[in-house]
């Protein structure tokens, strides 16, 4: 059974830094692409940053862009979400996303979330 687990979130002061990882456990990972939405009560879905292995590519949201940088281990099949000049404008539930190649078939799964507070 494939899982995808989140760990790091909790509380840090405005300019601060947190480190969030996931991790897919229960897989031998091929291509993937892994990443990050977060999601505000009564607000759409925001999509923060994601890696992929169909060409390396990382991307990040306007609002992250120089304060956050996503990182593939692929020996302990983790996605880490450096998170720097925290903003309380980030507090949110981040959530963990994979679309994942396993056995020629694409498939996605999605983490529990992890929340982030930035207090001012």
């Known amino acids: 059974e494939v899982q995808v687990v989140e760990s790091g979130g909790g509380l840090v002061q405005a300019g601060g830094s947190l480190r969030l990882s996931c991790q897919a456990s229960g897989v031998r990972i091929g291509d993937y692409a892994i990443g990050w939405f977060r999601q505000s009560p009564g607000k759409e879905p925001e999509a923060v940053s994601c890696i992929s292995s169909l060409g390396g590519s990382q991307t990040y949201a306007n609002s992250v862009k120089d304060r956050f940088t996503i990182s593939f281990d692929n020996v302990k099949n983790t996605v880490y979400l450096q998170m720097n000049s925290l903003k309380p404008e980030d507090t949110v539930v981040y959530y963990c996303?994979?679309?994942?190649?396993?056995?020629?078939?694409?498939?996605?799964?999605w983490g529990q979330g992890t929340q982030v507070t930035v207090a001012s």
């Open positions: 996303f994979a679309d994942l190649l396993v056995g020629g078939s694409w498939s996605s799964y």
